[in-house]
């Protein structure tokens, strides 16, 4: 029986490379995979995922409103698909976690999900909590804060270098962000109380 899988890091994990290596390794077999990414961070219209490590593969992109398990099914219709990658997976809805368990449950696809699990104050995206909920296999890709501590939080920096505590959660500006242990965001972040 195939599994939704979700893994989950800070930024600047490598989930990318990972997931890169892991499409990789069935394409090397002869197998056939379809990779996914958001169209928040698309840098052209055909879509494409990358890595730090400049290993980058095509991908199809995903907004919030995409049916999934009807794209994934007509591709599978078309020619077996084995596996199914999705980058940048706190930007799914939580529809489309359904309908990515969906093809896990009745197409037997294993779906692997990469993604963030917390913004920059601290809150959950409604996609990585829906897979939180759902998956069938949880896995924390680790990185560490600038003190050597695991860092398990997203900061994002303002103009001006400070700590930002409001405004939208989705930014695509992916200079401002900045992983930090729990410690080193509640202080920077100004949630430790004085």
């Known amino acids: 029986m195939a599994k939704l899988y979700f893994s989950y890091a800070a930024m600047n994990a490598g989930k990318s490379t990972i997931l890169l290596q892991a499409s990789h390794n069935y394409r090397e077999r002869g197998m056939h995979t379809l990779l996914f990414t958001?169209?928040?961070?698309?840098?052209?219209?055909?879509?494409?995922?990358?890595?730090?490590?400049?290993?980058a593969?095509?991908?199809?992109?995903?907004?919030?409103?995409?049916?999934?398990?009807a794209s994934i099914s007509a591709s599978h219709a078309a020619n077996r698909v084995h596996a199914?990658?999705?980058?940048?997976?706190?930007?799914?809805?939580?529809?489309?976690?359904?309908?990515?368990?969906?093809?896990?449950?009745?197409?037997?696809?294993?779906?692997?999900?990469?993604?963030?699990?917390?913004?920059?104050?601290?809150?959950l995206f409604p996609g990585s909590a829906t897979l939180l909920a759902i998956a069938d296999n949880i896995r924390e890709v680790r990185t560490i804060c600038h003190?050597?501590?695991?860092?398990?939080?997203?900061?994002?920096?303002?103009?001006?270098?400070?700590?930002?505590?409001?405004?939208?959660?989705?930014?695509i500006e992916k200079s401002i962000y900045v992983s930090l242990c729990r410690r080193h965001w509640e202080e920077e972040a100004g949630r430790w109380p004085a």
């Not at 593969?57 to 398990?69: P, Q, R």
């Not at 303002?158 to 405004?167: K, P, Q, T, W």
Request: aromatic residues 8%.
């Open 84 to 123: 199914v990658f999705v980058d940048e997976a706190q930007f799914l809805s939580p529809d489309q976690v359904w309908q990515l368990a969906r093809v896990a449950d009745r197409l037997n696809i294993p779906v692997l999900c990469y993604g963030l699990r917390t913004d920059f104050r601290g809150d």
């Open 38 to 55: 958001s169209a928040l961070y698309a840098d052209d219209p055909a879509g494409a995922i990358s890595s730090r490590l400049g290993v």
């Open 147 to 171: 003190c050597g501590a695991k860092a398990t939080m997203v900061l994002r920096r303002d103009e001006h270098g400070a700590a930002a505590l409001s405004g939208d959660q989705i930014s």
């Open 57 to 69: 593969s095509d991908a199809a992109l995903f907004e919030e409103s995409d049916d999934l398990l």
